[in-house]
């Protein structure tokens, strides 16, 4: 069995969501829109789940939109939001760390005379929430920020964000696809109108997520079709992915003294990680130092390409990624590092390792133990030699 380091790409499904989301697949297999008791089987699974989900971030069950993953949510959170408030104004800001689905969804809207204005941030990869009150206009109508970033994993100020962007009267949207997986969300403190779920990244299924609405928040649906999820997204659902998602959330977060033990145990496995990646020459942490999920390790290493790296541990048996799997086969640099500052040459060597609940310290021992293998061994292959660190 190889050690698999991966899980900000996807968390293996559980055992015990998969024994949820079985009878669903196998036995109350109705279609949730159907009156008779097969449909109602199905539609009761589904909206336990959505309790389960809304009763653990402080909503209610009519605020959730289950949807076909992070992405969908995301798209259905900036595109839907914008389109529905043009009598309001035209301009939406954002940041230079989101994930693509963001970022690829404003650019949609850019294209249809939207002004976009895209935040930088700090060497961390922190947004400064005065740039977020300066950026804001009487145009403004969405402000999206992610609560933790998939590549470094640096978490933002959400609450001092959301207090500036509440004040105003835009509505915030919060990528939450990571951080659900490992802290607790409550929307009225980070004061959200929306936030974007994704079961995989939590050890549910793929292909399922949801977005929290404020009740309140015009959305313009992006899916035309049937009236499903109160006519917000159209489409039979997917019964049994959503059962999941509601099983692996209550796993996370329905024992909050259980979660804060495994993120401890996180912490102090990333930390001998980090530790024994740190002690090779031209190896610098990327990400911010304290603010950052507990599960993820991300690093530069001077003079190698992160992909021969990635392919060179495979060999070893270790499953790591180098910045975010969904951009990875790109020979791009990473849009994340570049933004924090990074040189582009020394973005070419990003790993980011993301240990999860099977995570054992002989995993990490052995993950050390491969990287000092192949590290000299790539350096030599590819001539070249540490020069550079991350600037502090
Ligand atoms: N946002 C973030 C921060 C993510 O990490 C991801 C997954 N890489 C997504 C959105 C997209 O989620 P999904 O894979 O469920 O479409």
Redesign the pocket.
Known sequence: MAIYLDH???SPLRPAVLEAMQPYLTTHTGNPSSLHASGRRARQGIDEARETIAASIGAQPREIVFTG??????NLAVKGVAWAATSRGRHVITTAV??K??LNAVAVLERSTFEITVLPVDGHGRVDPLDVAAALTDRTTLVSV?A???EVGTTQPIEAIGEIVRGHGARLHV?A??WAAHEPIDVDSWQADLV?L????LGGP????ALYVRRGTQLLPQLQGGSQERQRRAGTENVAGIVGFGAAFSLVHGDPEARRAESQRLIELGRALTTGLLAHDGVSVTGHPDERLPNNVSVVIDGVEGGDLVAALDLEGVEVSTG???TSGSTEPSHVLLAMGIDPHLAHGSLRLTLGPETSREDVDATLAAFERVLPRLRTTQGAQPKATVPA
């Open positions: 900000a790409a996807t993953g992070g992405t969908e949510a995301d989101e994930h689905a963001v992610m933790a970033n998939n990528d696809v990571q974007s994704s079961a995989h990244k793929q292909g399922v997520g975010s799997a969904c």
